[in-house]
């Protein structure tokens, strides 16, 4: 039995040849060989230059005949109950186009290439389209295609048999860029955007039809499907928060680690204080957060730019607590109008939760909520402009030591909230402005004092001061 030397590829297939009697001729006949040759003539052939496996010679090798020679693949049972010699291991490499005849003539025809990228959600465990992706596939003279909702289309050409219409299939290469226009997501070191390289297999049904492929993309430590998602919903999407934006687009870097400096850190929004005419970029950091955590991120990190962009001299004298509170409620609004479009239902509240830490997965799918703030924190994250649009008011389903806010201020719209911040740049400003625009259209006078108690209290430990 040999296994001759192949040049070290791993073979597909054996050689073989069986030793036949008249009876199972018949019978191997009709089983599925693929034979190479069948010689039926009763007579015997000798061999006197046989050599052996490791290339030495052998004395003279007498075949009885008749023989089948066959290959016979490697991965299935050898025949039994039969005499076989395998003589060699092959290996055939795999055809690209599998030809349906010998002789088959072959025309190339164009096919569709057609497709869909996707990106997977863990938080809702779907695949999710990525819209306004430009793609482009190698090899096939294709220009670049920039995608509306994720679907691609490219003409290829493929060998055809006219005769014998049959399944052909193809490993293309998809190449495609994170580029929105108003964004780009980047590495962090470079402003280039960040590609990535994908394989895909095209194919036919049997009929010649294209069957559309799915790529779903990798996920990797840069997060760039979620990344992506949320820079788009941000810009294309109709809402009620500004879109001011960079003619270059904004640069979104996707750094696959923390922040070595702040490892806490989950994004930031970079800025120059000393030159506001410098362009801000955004920083996103990878902690292996939930999907819609790293959606929620995206989005405040993109409400620091707008604030910023719409008026880059003011925003430095703006209280850092305005800042992050209005970031956060860009993440937290906008974050989970996101995830509604994509099936999450928001719960009704705190009631559906009872007792429990309202800042849980539950009720904040974003992580952008804060409605764990109260006034004795620190933190500049609160949920300042949040709680003027949620319908939650924790203070009455909150007895506990916290003092969480009274807040009778349910449903001003985001446009409103918009205005607010967009005008003001001092705690005082703001006090003002919520009384000319929320009084009395979204509660009294009086409801609005209660609810702006304890942030007086927090300017006033914090900055010393509540001036108007
Ligand atoms: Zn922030």
Known sequence: MGSGDNGGCQGSVYSIHLQLTEDERVR???TPVHS??????????????????????????TFQL????ATWPIDKALPEGMEYVVENEIHIPEPLITRAAPGDPIINLNYPLTGRILDYDDELSINIPLAQLTIGVAGYNCEPFTTTLGDFSFMVSLPYFPLHPMAVSATVTVTFLNSGGAWKITGNSTTAPITRTLTATFRTDASGNPIPT???????????????RAAHYFYATQNELPKTGLSSGIRIVANPQPDPE????????????SNTSRDPYINIYNHGLSDSKVVGTTIHELGHSVHFLNNRSAYTDVPDLLHESFASYSGWYLGEQYYETLGWE?????????????????VDITGQARQDWDETMLSWYSPLFIDLTDGINQNAYFTNARNYLSENVQNVPPSVVWNIISTCTTWGQVRTKMEQTLVPRYCTSTQLDDYLEEYNYWFFVNTGSISR
């Open 28 to 30: 191997v006949s009709s």
């Open 36 to 61: 190479t040759e069948i010689e039926v003539s009763p007579y015997t052939v000798t061999y006197t230059d046989y050599e052996s496996t490791d290339g030495g010679p052998t004395g003279p090798v």
């Open 66 to 69: 008749p023989i089948l020679y």
């Open 214 to 228: 799915q790529i779903v993309i990798p996920e990797d430590n840069s997060q760039l499907g979620e990344i992506h």
């Open 262 to 273: 702040y490892p806490d850190a989950r994004g930031n929004f970079a800025y120059s204080s």
């Open 346 to 362: 928001k719960p009704s509240g705190l009631l559906t939760v009872g007792m429990r830490q309202p800042s849980s997965d539950e």
